[in-house]
């Protein structure tokens, strides 16, 4: 099995390497373009061969993306951005203690998405000389954001659309943790509504059909014309129709 050749190091001057390079990535699309005749042809029809044929443009083009990049001689980005940062303070007190809350906004905005940074703090100190409470200091966090954009990429086509989520939450009594929720967020775009945990796309609906990698039923479910109840065990009740 034959293997492509390692690009040419660097050398002379520019419009000599720019002529190997570009020698280089002309003697690399024959290679692919006759690796590419040579594929067994499905039986199946059209539509098989070009999913392949998607499938395979998609790899070369993300080859052909990393070879450019890493052996390019010059890389240059620019990109306009814009950025405004927004604060509030709530502040009361009394005899029985103080409460202090603390909203701040950070919106950026580029070429790319219109995104909008969210962060909410309350802090409660109790004075618990003047009013019996079963903690002295109470101490709320949330992160979260709104992204107007690009959310991600299908291959290498940009997805357009709207995410929504949630980073962090954090509540503290007296110094101790006692909620954690990180990293959960849904997204909208043209195509279908999506929800990940992680990083990791759990349910999206999409062509009239829900799809979820788990599910826990609370109470009960109703598939057509029969209703699923977990209450005094598990049961099935057909509804009539």
Do not use: C
């Not at 000599?16 to 594929?39: C, G, I, K, W």
């Not at 502040?91 to 950070?106: M, R």
């Not at 079963?134 to 290498?156: C, H, K, L, M, N």
């Amino acid at each position: 099995m034959s293997k492509f050749t390692m690009p040419p190091a660097p050398a002379g001057s520019v419009q000599q390497q720019l002529q190997r390079q570009y020698a280089y990535l002309f003697q690399m699309a024959q290679q692919l373009n006759l690796a590419l005749e040579q594929l067994p042809q499905t039986s199946s029809g059209s539509a098989v061969s070009d999913s392949a044929g998607k499938d395979t443009a998609a790899a070369q083009y993300h080859t052909l993306r990393s070879l450019i990049i890493k052996t390019a001689d010059q890389v240059r980005r620019e990109m306009e951005e814009l950025s405004v940062s927004l604060e509030g303070t709530y502040v009361a007190s009394s005899q029985f203690g103080e409460y202090v809350e603390q909203l701040s906004s950070y919106i950026q905005a580029n070429p790319e998405a219109l995104t909008q940074y969210y962060s909410f703090t309350a802090d409660l100190q109790a004075d618990t000389e003047a009013v019996s409470a079963a903690f002295e200091r109470y101490r709320t966090e949330i992160q979260a954001y709104i992204r107007t954009g690009i959310v991600y990429y299908d291959g290498a086509v940009p997805v357009y659309g709207v995410a929504v989520g949630q980073n962090l939450t954090v509540e503290d009594v007296d110094g101790e943790q006692v909620v954690s929720q990180r990293n959960f967020r849904a997204t909208y775009t043209a195509s279908k509504l999506s929800f990940w945990q992680d990083a990791r796309e759990v349910a999206y609906v999409s062509n009239n059909r829900l799809y979820i990698t788990d599910i826990t039923v609370l109470q009960g479910l109703t598939v057509g014309s029969w209703q699923i109840s977990t209450q005094g065990g598990l049961t099935f009740r057909w509804m009539g129709g």
